[in-house]
């Protein structure tokens, strides 16, 4: 039995696409296990048994716990290759991984940052101001990111869905929430709005009941 533990609209949302898609090629079917991030969930004794790390994705394969997104993704891939998730060609496969590593310890950790700045320094100021650094940062990592949809034929590594569309997809939404208006990134946009339609996609996004505009004007 494979079990994902997951939080609305947090990064889990990338294996959480993986899964559908993987349910939709192959029809193995996954145990949805959402948690509460905003209460805590993450955190309660029994998840931490589970992952010390208190956090989400949380892969549970046969009852044995597997954490970090490119570890969790690349298994997906390798036990369902049918679901064409990465490429299979080497080169191919490890091109795909620089980006999809770019994204989790780069674009990823710099939302961080703004989501998360009391992690980072003391005191409202200083918060305020690495925020906005982050916000400056990221809105580069986005338009980075725009530069790679205009090439989408349709999706970001050509005719099949990879783990990395639902990446982008999941950093769109979360630019939003950083004061980050989509319209000023119409490109990327309009490819994120393409990709909500693709069914496993719309599946996940709507068991995490997230509305993809997160943008609210000041
Ligand atoms: N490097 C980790 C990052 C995981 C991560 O940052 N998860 C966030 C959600 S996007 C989380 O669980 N946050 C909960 C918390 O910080 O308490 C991975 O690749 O899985």
């Known amino acids: 039995m494979i079990e994902l533990y997951y939080g609305s609209g947090a990064c889990s949302l990338v294996p959480h ?21 905003h209460k805590g969930e993450q955190r309660s004794p029994e998840y931490l048994e589970l992952n ?9 394969v046969d009852g044995k716990p597997l954490s970090q997104i490119l570890a969790i993704c690349d298994y997906l891939d390798r036990r369902y290759p049918q679901a064409g998730l990465l490429p299979a060609d080497p080169w191919q496969r490890a091109q795909a991984m620089s980006t999809f590593a770019w994204m989790n310890n780069t674009v990823h950790p710099t939302f961080t940052h703004i989501f998360r700045s009391q992690n980072f320094a003391a005191g409202e100021a200083a918060q305020a101001e690495v925020r906005q650094i982050a916000q400056g940062m990221f809105r580069g990592h986005l338009e980075r990111i725009q530069g790679m949809t205009e090439k989408a034929a349709p999706f970001l590594l050509g005719e099949k869905l990879s783990f990395i569309d639902a990446y982008a997809l999941v950093f769109l939404r979360w630019g939003g929430l950083a004061g980050i208006d989509p319209a000023s990134l119409p490109t990327y946009k309009a490819y994120v709005d393409r990709l909500a339609a693709v069914p496993a996609v719309a599946a996940a996004i709507a068991r995490e009941g997230i509305k993809l505009d997160t943008y609210q004007k000041k």
Request: proline content about 13%; cysteine-free; charged content about 20%.
């Open 17 to 37: 696409v993986g899964l559908e898609a993987i349910r939709a090629a192959t029809g193995e079917a996954f145990e949805p296990r959402p948690l509460k991030l």
């Open 52 to 60: 010390p790390l208190g956090l989400v994705p949380l892969l549970v």
